[in-house]
C-alpha cells in the first residue's frame, strides 16, 4: 500500500480539524474552566478525556459514510450542504465573538479539588455530546474522505485527530494556568476567533465551489 497518495487527503483533515479545534467552543470552555478553578493537573486529564471522545465520533462517522453515499448519491448532495452551511455557521458565529469575561476575579484556592476520573469524564462527555462536534466530523469524513481510501487509513485518520485534539488541548492548559496569561487571553481571544471564523467560512465556500461548481458550469 503507498501511503503516499493519501498524503493529500490526510493534511485536508488535518487543516480542517486545526480550524475547528481552535475555535473557542465547549471543549475550550471546560478546559478553560478547570485551569482556572483547579490547575494544571485536572486541566490536562480533562484535556485527554475531551481528545478520547473524538473515537466515538470518527467510529459513527466512518461507519455510516459507505451506506449513505451508495444506497443515496442525492444524500451526499444534501450532506455536502449542510456540511458546508454548518461551516459558514460556525464561521459567522466566530466572526461575531465578543471579548470573553475576565476571570482575574476567581480563586482557585476557593474551590474543591476535582477527582482525576471526574475530571476525565467532564472531558468526554463535553465533546461527546457535543452536537458541533457530532456534524462536524459526519461532514468532515463525508466530504474529504473517499469511499475507497482502506479502513486501515481511516482509522489512522481517527487515532490522529484523537491526538491532536487531546494535545491541542493539552496545550491549552498548560498556557491558561498560567495566572499572568488568564487575563490577556480572555481580553483578546476574540481576535483570534474571529480570525478562525473567516478561514471556516473560506472553507465551506471552496467544499460548496469543488462539488459544484462544475456541474453548474461555474
Not at 459507505?66 to 459567522?92: C, M, V
Amino acid at each position: 500500500m503507498d501511503f503516499t497518495e493519501y498524503s493529500i487527503e490526510f493534511l485536508t483533515i488535518a487543516l480542517a480539524h486545526l480550524f475547528a479545534v481552535a475555535s473557542p467552543g465547549p471543549d475550550f470552555a471546560i478546559v478553560m474552566k478547570h485551569s482556572i478553578q483547579y490547575g494544571k493537573r485536572t486541566a490536562l486529564i480533562t484535556s485527554v478525556g475531551v481528545g478520547s471522545a473524538i473515537f466515538v465520533h470518527v467510529a459513527y462517522a466512518l461507519a455510516g459514510i459507505g451506506l449513505i453515499i451508495n444506497a443515496t448519491p442525492w444524500l451526499y448532495d444534501l450532506l455536502i450542504i449542510i456540511a458546508a452551511s454548518f461551516l459558514i455557521y460556525l464561521g459567522i458565529g466566530a466572526v461575531q465573538s465578543q471579548a470573553l469575561v475576565s476571570t482575574a476575579a476567581i480563586k482557585e484556592s476557593s474551590n474543591p479539588q476535582l477527582s482525576d476520573k471526574k475530571a476525565f469524564l467532564l472531558g468526554f462527555m463535553t465533546n461527546g455530546l457535543n452536537p458541533k462536534a457530532t456534524l462536524f466530523f459526519l461532514s468532515l469524513f463525508t466530504v474529504v474522505v473517499s469511499i475507497d481510501t482502506p479502513m486501515i487509513i481511516k482509522g489512522a485518520y481517527g487515532v490522529y485527530l484523537a491526538f491532536a485534539t487531546a494535545a491541542w488541548f493539552c496545550g491549552l492548559s498548560l498556557v491558561l494556568s498560567r495566572p499572568y496569561v488568564r487575563d490577556l487571553f480572555s481580553r483578546n481571544a476574540y481576535i483570534f476567533d474571529r480570525v478562525m471564523g473567516l478561514i471556516l467560512i473560506l472553507l465551506a465556500v471552496n467544499i460548496l465551489y469543488s462539488e459544484f461548481g462544475t456541474r453548474f458550469g461555474i
